[in-house]
Nanobody
């Protein structure tokens, strides 16, 4: 599967952005989906996941971010509201194959939140 992330940009604190991850090359339903981020000088961290069982989030984004998927369009979204400067990072989408458990990563998209 190939992943193409987009939607990043510069936004003021309190603003919103919606990231998208377009998937191609394989059956969308074979994968679970996640968003990760990597801030400057920090390790990449998990942000949110969506599976057949539902959605999960890291505590720091609960109530502000929403992950969703559209199987018809082969897209995974990350709606980010009430953005904070500490949300500044490169955001990556990841697909995990349900059977092989192999991970596939998209190229990152930069989110910058100004105070």
């Amino acid at each position: 599967v190939q992943l193409q992330a987009s939607g990043g940009g510069l936004v003021q604190a309190g603003g919103s952005l919606r990231l998208s991850c377009a998937a191609s090359g394989s059956m969308f339903s074979l994968y679970t989906w996640g968003w990760y981020r990597q801030a400057p000088g920090k390790q990449r961290e998990w942000v949110a996941s969506v599976t057949d069982d539902g959605t999960t989030y890291v505590d720091s984004v609960k109530g502000r971010f929403t992950i969703s998927r559209d199987s018809a369009e082969n897209v995974v979204w990350l709606q980010m509201n009430s953005l904070k400067p500490e949300d500044t990072a490169v955001y990556y989408c990841k697909a995990n194959h349900k059977i092989t458990r192999r991970d596939y990563w998209g190229q990152g998209t930069l989110v910058t939140v100004s105070s």
